[in-house]
């Protein structure tokens, strides 16, 4: 019964190793790493497109601030028509008017809050379309230069604590990307 059990072991010896040849050559087969670096966050800070969305971003904030602060003027010297008229008036008409007055504050406060979630989503999507050009320009990169392992190393994501400056990519990629997109469209949909 021995040799039947030493030659079952044989048998699932060479079982394992005719299933783990292929694995084996599959890894030999991987190519080396080509490894670069980009600091992704700065590329976009500095880009000219990323300045240009900041402009029209503030530009629009400014506009969206003096349309409420105009509003917002306007209920104030209303609401204080209203506190001077508070003797003169019979109660419930005051009491009526205190309620419009109520309801005309909060549709300010809304349109404020409705003007915020425009201007972040037109952020957002102006973001969307400097990333897609920088993906585009970090792809020709990497072809050109044969790299297959591109590394970011911005501010917000430590991924790598070292590296070489020679395997920093992020000067050309910038160029690239201010050659590609000088400004983003904010739709207003």
Do not use: C
Request: net charge neutral; glycine share 2%.
């Amino acid at each position: 019964m021995f040799p039947m059990l030493k030659h079952l072991m044989l048998i699932a010896a060479a079982a394992l190793a005719v299933a783990v040849a292929p694995v084996a050559g599959q890894a030999q087969q991987m190519p080396a790493p080509v490894i670069a670096v980009i600091d992704v966050g700065a590329v976009e800070r500095q880009s000219i497109a990323w300045q240009s969305l900041r402009e029209q971003i503030e530009a629009r904030r400014a506009s969206f601030q003096a349309q409420l602060v105009e509003q917002q003027n306007a209920l104030e010297a209303e609401q204080r028509e209203l506190v001077s008229q508070q003797n003169l008036l019979n109660p419930e008409v005051f009491q009526q008017r205190q309620q419009d007055f109520r309801k005309k504050l909060s549709e300010l406060q809304a349109l404020g809050r409705q003007r915020k979630q425009e201007l972040d989503r037109l952020y957002a999507s102006a973001r969307r379309q400097i990333r897609e050009k920088l993906r585009e320009v970090v792809g020709e990169i990497a072809q050109e230069r044969g790299i297959n392992l591109m590394l970011n190393m911005s501010r917000e994501d430590r991924t790598v604590s070292y590296v070489d400056n020679a395997l920093i990519v992020s000067e050309e990629a910038l160029t690239r990307l201010n050659d590609r997109i000088q400004a983003v469209t904010l739709d207003s949909q």
